[in-house]
């Protein structure tokens, strides 16, 4: 028998009720339901019941590398003291609903733009620097997972690959132009050695959730090896991106870090990769194209347009810190 995809998740959420209720982890009044934002890999659900509440997080079918990279680099970073979510339960083989899941920890924290209406912005930015430097200076030896390794060459041709995906997807062949061209010039910039370590991938505010006065990490299925002065430069954007009227915020997380962890080698080389990287994405969302009319229909596309267009003119500041940085 078909099903539409309503009725398909209610019989998922109904069998994952099941085993959770056996184990203990729920009551059998618990319930799930389908939040707001969500990840580019999966889908992604709160369950709320009597003895708590959890975050259950889907992965596409058959993608169960990914749930065990994320499950197991949870686990040992919370063994460690790195805050991040706890794991409760994992199907990583989807053997329950044919989609590997994790039943995470629910944080029950705010977010960086809440924090900036109350004027925390910098308690914000200081936690979120003591949190990435825990992160950074864990022994990778025992996790146990193989990674991605990205020294500084990798991490440009990743980059480039990314680029020609996403910028001539979009048809923005101008800003491709540009890109390349800030890649190849950062390419010949000498750069000193530099020990890898394990970065969160994907390090702004979106990805955390401050909570009891800690920055905890979330949505750890981009961590790789590689240089922890890409984090810093991702994150020093996202935040600038997030804070737009408090540009001083991100200049301060930056001098926190370097505070708990030394002076950040090639730190200028990776701030301008970081910005080269998030200009891509932020092109690709923010370009209105035949595609995303035929996804959201002619209305609804422009109904965004403005907010695209901010997106569009902090990746033209991205590029232009690339292009005009000197390190």
Do not use: W
Not at 31 to 38: G, S
Not at 68 to 93: C, H, W
Not at 176 to 191: G, Q, W
Not at 238 to 249: F, G, Q, T, V, Y
């Amino acid at each position: 028998m078909a099903f539409e995809r309503g009725d398909e998740m209610n019989i998922i959420t109904e069998r994952i009720l099941k085993v959770l209720s056996l184990k203990g982890l729920v009551s059998s009044s618990a319930r799930i339901f389908r939040l707001n934002n969500q990840g580019l890999s999966g889908e992604v659900y709160c369950v709320e019941s009597e003895a708590g509440d959890y975050i259950l997080k889907f992965y596409r079918a058959g993608d169960s590398s990914k749930a065990v990279k994320e499950m197991r680099i949870y686990q040992y970073l919370s063994s460690l003291g790195v805050p991040v979510p706890k794991v409760y339960f994992a199907d990583t083989n989807g053997e329950i609903t044919r989609k590997p899941f994790l039943l995470v920890q629910k944080l029950n924290g705010e977010s960086f733009s809440s924090l900036i209406k109350k004027g925390k912005g910098r308690i914000f930015v200081e936690s979120l620097a003591k949190s990435l430097h825990k992160l950074h200076s864990i022994q990778v030896s025992d996790l146990n997972i193989t990674l991605d390794r990205r020294p500084l060459e990798k991490e440009i041709e990743e980059i480039k690959v990314i680029a020609a995906f996403f910028l001539s997807f979009s048809m923005n062949l101008l800003s491709f132009r540009r890109v390349y061209k800030a890649l190849s010039k950062i390419s010949r910039i000498p750069a000193k050695k530099s020990t890898l370590a394990l970065l969160h991938g994907d390090c702004g505010p979106d990805n955390t959730i401050y909570c009891n006065g800690t920055v905890y990490l979330i949505d750890l299925e981009s961590a790789y090896l590689g240089d922890p002065a890409f984090d810093v430069g991702y994150a020093y954007h996202c935040i600038k991106l997030s804070a737009s009227n408090r540009p001083e915020l991100a200049d301060h997380f930056i001098r926190t870090y370097e505070s708990l962890h030394g002076k950040i080698t090639n730190l200028e080389i990776y701030i301008r990769l970081a910005a080269l990287k998030l200009a891509v994405f932020l092109k690709f969302l923010g370009n209105i194209n035949l595609l995303l009319i035929l996804l959201l229909g002619l209305r609804r596309a422009m109904n965004i347009s403005t907010f695209r267009k901010q997106l569009n003119k902090f990746a033209d500041y991205c590029i232009e810190y690339a292009e005009k940085n000197d390190c």
